[in-house]
Each structure stands twice: as structure tokens, then as C-alpha cells.
């Protein structure tokens, strides 16, 4: 099951206390909260992420795009930029598919899950939060619930 996150609002509530960064990119415990939420999630089995991304795009697609060189200690030949070299490389645990879309600066939550849906497969329910905020909800429960309901839509917390 795939889990799409909305990572593309300007955050203006939190821009005066961090200007560089997108609110789901500032780090908690040296890592973004995005990859908090993201963590979260794959406890509970989601290794497929689809990520609506707008305001300050870059700085979520350098994370991803580079991930693995963050995670290791590296020699780069500036004469071959092709040559790198990994030492003692630590993979990460993580065993995630993240796609990385552009749905606009200025697009409102419905159309930027509207901008995701190619990406998303037709033939299965699909998980939607914010990348700004951290909870501590039984998602498994949350799917139970939606599934045995057999609504289009579940809003978090319903019981």
C-alpha cells in the first residue's frame, strides 16, 4: 500500500524560525520530520511513499536524490566525478520506494493529490497524511477501520 504525503504548503506559521527549510524537512533528532512520519509508517509494513512536493521542492528531492551519500563516508576524484568511492558504508534500514512529484507552488491540497494520482495504483486503497506532523496512531487500526466500513475516504482518528 502506498502512502501519500502532502509536503508542499510554504509553511508560513513556522517560516520566521526556519527560512532555509521546509516544515517537513527541519530536523528532529538530526532527522527530517518527513522521515519521522516516513518511519512511522513502515513500522507498520508502508515501504511505498508518493510525496507532494511544491515549496522548496529541492531541498526534499537533494535528501532523497542523495540519501545514500549521507549515509556513508566517501572518497570523490574531482578529476572523474563518476569515481566515487564507499567506506565503511552503512545501508540504510530503510527499504523504501519514494516518488518525488511537483505539484506546484501554489496548488491547493485537492488538486496536489490530484497531480499524484498517475503515480498511484488504481487497484488498491492508499494512505494520505501531512509532512509536518507527527502522531502516535495505530495505523494498522486506522486501515481496519476504513476497510471494513467500505467508504472512499476514512478520516484519521474516526472511531
Given at each position: 500500500m502506498q502512502v501519500v504525503?502532502?509536503?508542499?504548503?510554504?509553511?508560513?506559521?513556522?517560516?520566521d524560525h526556519h527560512e532555509t527549510l521546509p516544515k517537513p524537512m527541519i530536523p528532529i533528532g538530526g532527522k527530517p520530520i518527513l522521515w519521522h512520519i516516513m518511519k512511522?509508517?513502515?513500522?507498520?509494513g508502508f515501504q511505498e511513499f508518493v510525496l507532494c512536493l511544491g515549496y522548496k521542492r529541492e531541498a526534499f528531492v537533494d535528501f532523497f536524490l542523495h540519501?545514500?551519500?549521507?549515509?556513508?563516508?566517501?572518497t570523490i576524484d574531482l578529476g572523474d566525478p563518476e569515481a566515487i568511492q564507499f567506506h565503511n558504508r552503512q545501508e540504510p534500514s530503510e527499504n523504501w520506494r519514494v516518488t518525488l512529484v511537483d505539484t506546484g507552488?501554489?496548488?491547493m491540497t485537492g488538486g496536489r493529490i490530484k497531480r499524484v494520482l498517475p503515480y498511484v495504483r488504481d487497484d488498491e486503497v492508499f494512505a494520505l497524511t501531512y509532512g509536518d506532523g507527527?502522531?502516535?496512531?495505530d495505523i494498522a487500526a486506522q486501515l481496519s477501520f476504513h476497510r471494513a466500513h467500505g467508504?472512499?475516504?476514512t478520516r484519521s482518528g474516526a472511531r
Amino acid at each position: 500500500m502506498q502512502v501519500v504525503i502532502l509536503c508542499g504548503g510554504m509553511g508560513t506559521r513556522i517560516r520566521d524560525h526556519h527560512e532555509t527549510l521546509p516544515k517537513p524537512m527541519i530536523p528532529i533528532g538530526g532527522k527530517p520530520i518527513l522521515w519521522h512520519i516516513m518511519k512511522y509508517y513502515a513500522h507498520f509494513g508502508f515501504q511505498e511513499f508518493v510525496l507532494c512536493l511544491g515549496y522548496k521542492r529541492e531541498a526534499f528531492v537533494d535528501f532523497f536524490l542523495h540519501y545514500r551519500y549521507h549515509h556513508s563516508d566517501l572518497t570523490i576524484d574531482l578529476g572523474d566525478p563518476e569515481a566515487i568511492q564507499f567506506h565503511n558504508r552503512q545501508e540504510p534500514s530503510e527499504n523504501w520506494r519514494v516518488t518525488l512529484v511537483d505539484t506546484g507552488n501554489d496548488t491547493m491540497t485537492g488538486g496536489r493529490i490530484k497531480r499524484v494520482l498517475p503515480y498511484v495504483r488504481d487497484d488498491e486503497v492508499f494512505a494520505l497524511t501531512y509532512g509536518d506532523g507527527l502522531g502516535d496512531m495505530d495505523i494498522a487500526a486506522q486501515l481496519s477501520f476504513h476497510r471494513a466500513h467500505g467508504r472512499r475516504a476514512t478520516r484519521s482518528g474516526a472511531r
